[in-house]
């Protein structure tokens, strides 16, 4: 009953540094793996796997890898054989990784590029570019806007302050050292 409950428990909280420590180990060891392309399984030999990101468990008994293929097609087919694959790559990783029990793999497509790309074709669409005014690189304002004249008469008018507010101090310092060099 108490290993159901630390599982509650820990659902909320973010990963702890030897987890993060040890996903980072599992990913290296797996990316090896995958570079070095030495598999039995002509369908995985043939795919070019990227690993993302290994999350493990807070007990280290499972591994959740994100991968990625190169080009992001035939997903679903690097799905397939990777977990066709799962029991071999763990006993692999036994070997490269020094941990008491080798995690159990769970393998997962990485969809955040996706998401990514998504994302930027909406940011950069035309009618998002309308919205936010930046048609044709009018930055400030719509011609349908009447009241432009305040940004730059206000703007112009506080630089010239500023101007004067400098030029005033520094004659201000200069007098002020030249008639102490002078008594």
């Known amino acids: 009953m108490a290993s159901k409950n630390r599982g509650a428990i820990n659902a909320g909280k973010p990963p702890s540094q030897r987890q993060l420590r040890v996903g980072e180990e599992l990913r290296h060891a797996l990316a090896d793996l995958f570079r070095r392309g030495d598999f039995h399984d002509p369908e995985l030999s043939g795919l070019n796997i990227t690993v993302t990101e290994v999350r493990i468990s807070p007990d280290l008994s499972n591994a959740t890898v994100f991968f990625t293929t190169l080009g ?21 990783v036994a070997r490269m990784v020094n941990l008491r029990h080798a995690p159990t793999l769970t393998f997962e497509g990485d969809t955040s590029f996706d998401y990514a790309q998504h994302i ?26 009447e009241d432009d004249s305040w940004d730059e008469e206000e703007g112009d008018e506080g630089d010239d302050l500023d101007d004067e507010d400098d030029s005033s101090e520094s004659d201000a310092d200069e007098a002020g050292k030249g008639g102490r060099r002078g008594s």
Do not use: K, Y
Request: without cysteine; aromatic residues 2%.
């Open 72 to 92: 992001g097609g035939r997903m679903d087919e690097a799905h397939t054989a990777l977990r066709r694959a799962a029991a071999f790559l763990r006993g692999q």
């Open 120 to 145: 930027d074709t909406i940011l950069h669409s035309p009618a998002v570019a309308r919205d936010l005014g930046r048609v044709n690189g009018d930055d400030d304002h719509d011609e349908d806007d």
